[in-house]
T-cell receptor, first 112, second 114 residues
Framework: KQEVTQIPAALSVPEGENLVLNCSFT??????LQWFRQDPGKGLTSLLL?????REQTSGRLNASLDKSSGRSTLYIAASQPGDSATYLC???????????FGQGTTLQVKP | DTAVSQTPKYLVTQMGNDKSIKCEQN?????MYWYKQDSKKFLKIMFS???????INETVPNRFSPKSPDKAHLNLHINSLELGDSAVYFC?????????????FGPGTRLLVL
């Protein structure tokens, strides 16, 4: 059974810092690994999707990496801004079940 | 130009009532989903439909019944609501039957059962 864990649960940093959010999954049989952003009271917005054959994806100040063998993904945010404050969720698309399994998220606060 | 829309946004009701949540997507996607996000923010899939056909049915109570009149709509009907049903329900869609493509989420329906 796929389990997805995100560490830390919460993170507070000053503006301008580079930071890394961690995601681990127990079953390496995945189609892809996705990172989402959720603002308070809002739905989820897709940030990056890494296919199982890929190692990383980049979009602007965001870079996500995937290491299937170790069951890990990281989301790197460069030069953080207060507007980056949100909850970041990773989700593993399971090859075996066809389901997207979510972690519980990391709530990020970037202080001006 | 909302891609995935849900109605209502907020729903407050008494225990034992029956309620429905509607979802529509204008992205031309074949697959739609219902997720439940509990008070601890844990998001879990409930159902998935591909071209109006049920393809994922998690272990949810029979009181929850999804209905897909066409591939652009996926509604969720809940009978005999219970306190534990209070949560945020998200609809989502993507272009294929598996998680090979990005999923687009609706804004959520916040259900409170009193």
């Amino acid at each position: 059974k796929q389990e997805v864990t995100q560490i830390p649960a919460a993170l507070s940093v000053p503006e301008g810092e580079n930071l890394v959010l961690n995601c681990s999954f127990t079953d390496s049989a995945i189609y892809n690994l996705q990172w989402f952003r959720q603002d308070p009271g809002k739905g989820l917005t897709s940030l990056l999707l890494i296919q199982s054959s890929q190692r990383e994806q980049t979009s602007g100040r965001l870079n996500a990496s995937l290491d299937k063998s170790s069951g890990r993904s990281t989301l790197y945010i460069a030069a953080s801004q207060p507007g980056d404050s949100a909850t970041y969720l990773c989700a593993a698309g399971s090859s075996n079940t066809g389901k997207l399994i979510f972690g519980q998220g990391t709530t990020l606060q970037v202080k001006p | 130009d909302t891609a995935v829309s849900q109605t209502p946004k907020y729903l407050v009701t008494q225990m034992g009532n029956d309620k429905s949540i509607k979802c529509e997507q204008n992205l031309g996607h074949d697959t739609m989903y219902w997720y439940k996000q509990d008070s601890k923010k844990f998001l879990k899939i409930m159902f998935s439909y591909n071209n109006k056909e049920l393809i994922i049915n998690e272990t949810v109570p029979n009181r929850f019944s999804p209905k897909s009149p066409d591939k652009a709509h996926l509604n969720l009907h809940i009978n005999s609501l219970e306190l534990g049903d209070s949560a945020v329900y998200f609809c989502a869609s993507n272009g294929g039957p598996r998680y090979q493509e990005t999923q687009y989420f609706g804004p959520g329906t916040r259900l409170l059962v009193l």
